[in-house]
C-alpha cells in the first residue's frame, strides 16, 4: 500500500514593519495655522503618554497624513487630520489604520480603536479621555507589555477521513458493503456519512482543545473565534506578554510537529484587538 504523503506546516505572518520614527514632541503650531481644526481627526489608539509625541506622516489618506497625540493627565489618543467623512474599509485604509498602530505599539502598550473612529475636534478628542478616563488607564494597565496574535488551524479533511476509515472497523465495513453495492447502500451510505461526520467532530474538538491547552502556559488569555470555510478547524487568538514572545514561538512550531495532516498559520505581534472593549460614550462625528 502506497504511503500516504503526510503534511504538518507552520507558518507566521508577520506584521509589515513601517520605517521607524522616533517620537518627539509635538511642535508649536505656528501663527494663524489653525486651519487643521477645521478637518476631522482620526483616533488610531489609546496609549500612556504625559507630553506631545509625533510618529511622522505615516497615517491614514491619499497621502500620509502625519500622525500625533492628544494629552489628558497621562493618556493620549493617537490621531491625524482627515476629512469628516465616513471611512470605506477598503484594503488601503484598514492596511493605514493598522500600520499606525503596530508603529506606536513597538514603543507604547496600546488600546486600538475600532477602523474609522473620526471625531471632529481636538476638545471632542479630550473629552473622550476626560470621560473614559479610568476605563483607559484600567485597560492600559491590564495589557501592559502584552501582544496578540492570531492562530488558525486547517486539516486535508480528505486525509482526515482516510485515517478515520483506517481506525474505525465501523466505518471499514460500511465503506466495503457500499464498494460491493451488497445490501442497502442507500442505508449503508446515509450511516457512514453520519458516522464520518460524528469522527471529524470528534477529533477536531479534541485536537482544539490540545492546541488550547498546551498554549496555555505562554499565553495570559485566548479567544476563540468562529472558524472559515470547511478546512478550518480552528480560529482564534491569544493574548501574551511580550517577554513570551519567543516562547509562545517556540510553542506553536512544536505542537505543529506533533500533528499531520494540520497546516498552522500564525499572525502577530497585533494590538489587542480581540481583548479590549470600550464602548464609547462620547458621540462621533457624523
Given at each position: 500500500m502506497a504511503k500516504t504523503q503526510k503534511t504538518k506546516s507552520v507558518t507566521r505572518v508577520r506584521p509589515a514593519r513601517p520605517v521607524k520614527v522616533e517620537p518627539r514632541?509635538?511642535?508649536?503650531?505656528?501663527?494663524?495655522?489653525?486651519?487643521?481644526?477645521?478637518?476631522?481627526?482620526?483616533?488610531?489608539?489609546?496609549?500612556?503618554?504625559?507630553?506631545?509625541?509625533?510618529?511622522?506622516?505615516?497615517?491614514?489618506?491619499?497621502?500620509?497624513?502625519?500622525?500625533?497625540?492628544?494629552?489628558?493627565?497621562?493618556?493620549?489618543a493617537v490621531f491625524s487630520d482627515t476629512p469628516v467623512e465616513i471611512f470605506d474599509a477598503t484594503r488601503e485604509n484598514v492596511l493605514a489604520h493598522e500600520r499606525v498602530n503596530e508603529a506606536v505599539m513597538r514603543e507604547h502598550t496600546v488600546i486600538p480603536m475600532s477602523f474609522g473612529t473620526v471625531f471632529k475636534t481636538r476638545d471632542d478628542i479630550v473629552e473622550l479621555l476626560r470621560g473614559a478616563h479610568a476605563a483607559f488607564s484600567d485597560v492600559l494597565f491590564k495589557m501592559e507589555d502584552k501582544l496578540e496574535f492570531g492562530l488558525k488551524v486547517l486539516w486535508d479533511r480528505d486525509l482526515i477521513i482516510q485515517e478515520i476509515e483506517r481506525e474505525d472497523e465501523d466505518i471499514q465495513r460500511l465503506k466495503k458493503e457500499i464498494s460491493s453495492q451488497k445490501?442497502?447502500?442507500?442505508?449503508?451510505?446515509?450511516?457512514?456519512?453520519?458516522?464520518?461526520?460524528?469522527?471529524?467532530?470528534?477529533?477536531?474538538?479534541?485536537?482544539?482543545?490540545?492546541?488550547?491547552?498546551?498554549?496555555?502556559?505562554?499565553?495570559?488569555?485566548?479567544?476563540?473565534?468562529?472558524p472559515i470555510g470547511d478546512k478550518m478547524i480552528?480560529?482564534?487568538?491569544?493574548?501574551?506578554?511580550?517577554?513570551?514572545?519567543?516562547?509562545?514561538?517556540?510553542?506553536?512550531?512544536?505542537?505543529?510537529?506533533?500533528?499531520?495532516?494540520m497546516t498552522f498559520k500564525y499572525t502577530g505581534p497585533w494590538p489587542p484587538y480581540n481583548f479590549v472593549n470600550i464602548r464609547l460614550k462620547l458621540e462621533r462625528a457624523k
Open positions: 514632541p509635538t511642535r508649536p503650531a505656528p501663527a494663524g495655522a489653525r486651519g487643521s481644526e477645521s478637518r476631522g481627526k482620526y483616533v488610531y489608539c489609546i496609549i500612556r503618554a504625559s507630553r506631545p509625541l509625533e510618529f511622522g506622516p505615516i497615517g491614514i489618506g491619499a497621502e500620509p497624513a502625519a500622525v500625533q497625540t492628544v494629552n489628558h493627565e497621562g493618556i493620549a445490501g442497502s447502500t442507500y442505508f449503508a451510505r446515509m450511516q457512514y456519512g453520519r458516522l464520518v461526520d460524528a469522527a471529524l467532530q470528534a477529533r477536531s474538538e479534541r485536537r482544539v482543545a490540545d492546541i488550547f491547552e498546551q498554549l496555555r502556559s505562554v499565553s495570559v488569555a485566548s479567544r476563540a473565534n468562529k480552528m480560529n482564534a487568538a491569544f493574548l501574551v506578554a511580550r517577554s513570551q514572545e519567543g516562547a509562545f514561538d517556540a510553542k506553536v512550531k512544536k505542537i505543529g510537529s506533533q500533528y499531520e495532516n
